[in-house]
């Protein structure tokens, strides 16, 4: 065990608790595939690994980050569409503060802190593929009493994905 072994053990320790679902829609049906760890991490590997793809269906990424927020990035060829359900993640969080950098949000960190959780991005990011900015509103009004993981399934259930999440989530012992 050299030292090239000890690598890879000390970035999984940098990784949070959490998921990350790759969601395709193609031929009117659903797919769900888990993404790498390193998108839990890294909102441009959340990107590369999405792109890798190449659905000629709809595909975007649901990540659930420590089951404190959820980040939904949906890569288009005009530019990836984000959604983050928390902003004042970006005070704990590298992932949090790379989404607010690329929706170029005018928000310091002073801003964050001691603030309520609000959402930051494009909350109609889904509504073309069945879910709404008001549905989403409705799941995001709930955090105070559901967890992120917990969020992310309805909108798997709302969508008409939720079997295809739960068969994924149970293969990673969620």
Same mark, same amino acid.
């Given at each position: %065990? ?6 890879? @053990?000390? $970035? ?8 990350? =679902?790759?969601? +395709? ?9 888990? %993404?790498?760890? /390193? ?6 590997? /959340?990107? @590369?690994?999405? $792109? ?6 709809? =595909?975007?990424?649901? *990540? ?11 890569? /288009? ?47 109609? +990011? ?8 008001? +549905?989403?509103? +409705?799941? *995001? ?6 967890? /992120? ?9 709302? %969508? ?15």
């Amino acid at each position: %065990m050299g030292p090239q072994s000890a690598q890879p @053990n000390e $970035r999984t320790e940098d990784v949070p608790d959490g998921f990350g =679902v790759a969601v +395709v829609r193609e031929d009117g049906k659903w797919q769900c595939a888990a %993404m790498r760890a /390193a998108a839990l991490t890294s909102l441009a590997a /959340a990107e @590369n690994e999405l $792109r890798e793809l190449r659905s000629a269906g709809a =595909v975007f990424g649901l *990540l659930n980050i420590d089951d404190e927020f959820f980040v939904i990035v949906r890569p /288009a060829p005009s530019g990836t569409r984000l959604f983050l359900s928390d902003a004042t993640a970006a005070l704990d969080y590298d992932i949090a503060a790379e989404v607010l950098e690329k929706l170029d949000a005018d928000i310091e960190d002073e801003d964050l802190e001691g603030a309520d959780p609000f959402e930051e991005g494009d909350l109609g +990011v889904l509504s073309d593929l069945g879910l709404s900015e008001a +549905v989403l509103g +409705v799941i *995001l009004d709930d955090s105070d009493d559901v967890y /992120a993981d917990e969020q992310v399934n309805r909108i798997a259930r709302e %969508m008409g994905f939720a079997d295809e999440l739960s068969t994924v989530l149970k293969r990673l012992n969620r």
